[in-house]
Structures are given as structure tokens and as C-alpha cells.
């Protein structure tokens, strides 16, 4: 999407006490995302607020309710210069523009990235690119956020690079189970799972998010299934999270290639998506990541 909407907005309710050439020291994030970006650039110790259920957050920040449900006593309490949002905030964006001129703070948001050169772009900016609010430059840490891009870019280079001309699988990317729910073309995950080395088993039609019941799932056939669920229990046997796959019958279920990625942070579109895609490669592609395997 190059520079094209994903950070085409950033709405400033007030610049009274942070404006956006300075750097925030009593961080809000609403979106775990931003958080898990604000930490690894080294600015976790920041945070003042996050919303809930946030895995990225560090122990102890307060929890300033949810992106449906502000809780404006709370956000006021904990004091902060800069309260950061990803995407279209709705009646919740009206409580945020309140609580900032109360406090005299920032309000920023920040358009979803819609692939994962958006996510590297959202962290840091490069010399040669052109103008624009990074959570580096949010948080003074633009040099390490430059770093941290380029460490990620390298990391995702060598894993393109070792499954560069492998065969690759149709694999269908679940993040809900009851419905199935799958990751369709266009996503940041879309984008990972090329990346890993599979390829979409949704193809390149229909819509980002996907439901499928019976019917389509014999349809589609996936070759491989990769259960995106944060934070889930290991598979064991008669698990009901494999049902949908048992009765579907489809090749990933015959072959035994339906797997679980349960990284905390596995589907959010921050920094840590580098350590997603090398899962996925190496449950799609073992062979290429064992002891021993040639890194020419």
C-alpha cells in the first residue's frame, strides 16, 4: 500500500502539552500493536495506560478499559501526554478527544496497515523517506526504531531466502475454529504466509476475513492448516478444535499437516510478526531448518 491511507490520518485533539515534534513521556496505547512497537524500540518504560487484554504490555500498566469502552476516570488518572490508536476509533475517538483536552494531551491515530512493509514503515522512517509520524519519532527512539526496521527486514530477507523455490503448500489460515474463520488475500497474514513460503488457500479472491463452513472448506482443500490462536493449549487427540478438519476430510487433515501456532502475539500486525513468519516456515518447510540444513 506504500504510503497510500495507512497512516493517512493521525487526528490531534490537543497539542497543548505534547505537540507531535516532541517526545511523549506518559504514553496511552490502545492498540497492542503500537504497544508491542513502543517496546521494542525501548520505550516501554512509557506506558502509562493500555486497553485490555494487551499481551504486549509490560506488567503493571494500567488497564484504561477496552477500544469499546474507554473508561475516561481512569485514562484521566493516569496523566499521560500522548494517548496513540490504530485504526477508526468511533463514538470511543469523541471520549478520547474530551479526555485530551481535560489533560491537555495528544491524540494520535495511526491507519491499520493493510501488509507488512506498512507495519516496518510504522515503526521507523528511513532519511530518504518522505515525512511522517513514526512510533519512533512519537518516543524520541528513532535511531534504535531504525535499527530495530532493519534487524526485521534482514530476518525476514533470510527467511524469503531459504524457501526461495521450495514447492509451496495451499494453506488455510484459521484464527477462529467455531465458526472457521480464515485470513483471506490482502492481509498482513496473507502477506507473512507468502513470505513463510505457503501460499493462500483462499487464492485471491473474496474478502480479508472469511467464514467457512463444511461446504467450503471441501471446497477450498487446503494442503496445511495453520491454527493462529494466541495463547491456545497444545493440540492433543480428540482435540474439538480439529473436528472441522476431521469431517471436511481435506488433504491437511489426511496428511497430518494441521498445526497450531500459539504465539501470544501471533496475530497482531507489530514487530513481533518476524518471529510468526519463521514459525510458519518451519512447520511448512522442516527439512530447510533442521541441524545441518545448508543456509546457501
Not at 500500500?1 to 490502545?30: D, H, K, Q
Not at 503448500?169 to 474463520?181: C, S
Amino acid at each position: 500500500m506504500g504510503e497510500r491511507g495507512w497512516l493517512a490520518f493521525a487526528l490531534v485533539a490537543s497539542l497543548t502539552a505534547c505537540a507531535l515534534g516532541s517526545s511523549a513521556e506518559r504514553v496511552v496505547s490502545l492498540a497492542p500493536a503500537l504497544t508491542r512497537m513502543v517496546v521494542d524500540v525501548g520505550a516501554g518504560d512509557r506506558l502509562v495506560g493500555v486497553a485490555e487484554h494487551d499481551a504486549a504490555a509490560p506488567e503493571g500498566v494500567v488497564v484504561v478499559g477496552s477500544m469499546m469502552a474507554i473508561d475516561r476516570e481512569r485514562l484521566i488518572a493516569v496523566r499521560p501526554d500522548l494517548m496513540v490508536h490504530m485504526g477508526v476509533m468511533g463514538a470511543t475517538g469523541g471520549h478520547l478527544e474530551m479526555v485530551a483536552r481535560r489533560t491537555g494531551c495528544s491524540v494520535v491515530g495511526l491507519g491499520y496497515p493493510e501488509g507488512v512493509g506498512d507495519v516496518l514503515r510504522l515503526v521507523a522512517r528511513y532519511p530518504d523517506e518522505a515525512e511522517r509520524v513514526t512510533v519512533g519519532s512519537l518516543v524520541d527512539r528513532e535511531a534504535a526504531a531504525v535499527a530495530l526496521r532493519r534487524s526485521l527486514e534482514g530476518r525476514l530477507a533470510a527467511v524469503a531466502e531459504r524457501v526461495a523455490g521450495v514447492d509451496r503448500p495451499r494453506v488455510l489460515l484459521v484464527f477462529g475454529v467455531e465458526p472457521v474463520a480464515a485470513s483471506g488475500p490482502g492481509t498482513v497474514l496473507d502477506e507473512m504466509l507468502a513470505l513463510a513460503g505457503g501460499r493462500n488457500a483462499l487464492g485471491e479472491a473474496g474478502g480479508p476475513y472469511q467464514v467457512l463452513d463444511q461446504e467450503l472448506l471441501r471446497k477450498v482443500s487446503p494442503e496445511a492448516v495453520l491454527l493462529l490462536l494466541p495463547n491456545a493449549p497444545e493440540l492433543v487427540a480428540g482435540d474439538a478444535r480439529l473436528v472441522p478438519w476431521e469431517r471436511s476430510g481435506t488433504p491437511a487433515w489426511r496428511e497430518g499437516r494441521v498445526w497450531l501456532l500459539n504465539h501470544p502475539e501471533v496475530l497482531l500486525p507489530s514487530t513481533r510478526m518476524v518471529e510468526v513468519v519463521e514459525l510458519m516456515a518451519r512447520r511448512l518447510h522442516p527439512a530447510l531448518f533442521e541441524a545441518g540444513a545448508s543456509d546457501e
